[in-house]
């Protein structure tokens, strides 16, 4: 869990469904997308944005199969990791393909979660 107090901007919590790290302010779950508040607002899903998103494939070659791993590494400004996790593992065997997304959702933080220092 974070060393955020919560109701600060970026306190988490654990997803009563999935035991999923994520944000205290998540009305739904981002990895098993349970529903958690259902008092939240229509307007935090309207200021919903994607900062970044990337997408790929790996396409087996003819002569023979690879394994893969997929990493996600969070760094903070000063290039220190804050965060690694392995999202999957598996093998692509010829003729085979997988496609990967990796996308950041963000939305503006209420005015009242202010981080103190």
Do not use: W
């Not at 205290?24 to 919903?48: I, K, N, Y």
């Not at 969070?74 to 990967?100: D, L, Q, T």
């Amino acid at each position: 869990m974070s060393a955020v107090r919560p109701g600060v901007a970026g306190a988490t919590r654990t997803c009563p469904h999935c035991k999923a790290t994520i944000l205290e302010s998540s009305a739904v779950c981002p990895a098993c997308r349970g529903h958690l508040r259902f008092d939240a607002p229509a307007s935090d899903a309207a200021q919903r944005f994607v900062p970044l998103k990337v997408e790929g494939t790996l396409n087996a070659p003819d002569d023979g199969a690879f394994e893969y791993t997929m990493v996600v590494v969070i760094r903070n400004e000063r290039g220190e990791e804050v965060g690694r996790h392995v999202a999957g593992v598996g093998a692509v065997f010829p003729g085979e393909s997988r496609s990967f997304s990796v996308a950041v959702e963000a939305v503006p933080a209420s005015p009242g979660k202010r981080r103190r220092h």
